[in-house]
């Protein structure tokens, strides 16, 4: 569940970018967004 929320939070809020980003690894959209540690990635 806290990978699902990161994902949302890296989407900046936006559900259908949420979905895509937990099926696709989002890792790297949030590293360079600078959002690794508010997502729970660091």
């Known amino acids: 569940?806290?990978?699902l929320a990161g994902?949302?939070?890296?989407?900046g809020d936006n559900y259908d970018r949420a979905?895509?980003?937990?099926?696709?690894?989002y890792y790297y959209d949030a590293k360079s967004a600078g959002l690794l540690q508010k997502a729970g990635l660091r």
């Open 1 to 3: 569940m806290r990978y």
């Open 7 to 11: 994902a949302y939070v890296a989407a």
């Open 19 to 25: 979905v895509h980003f937990y099926a696709d690894d």
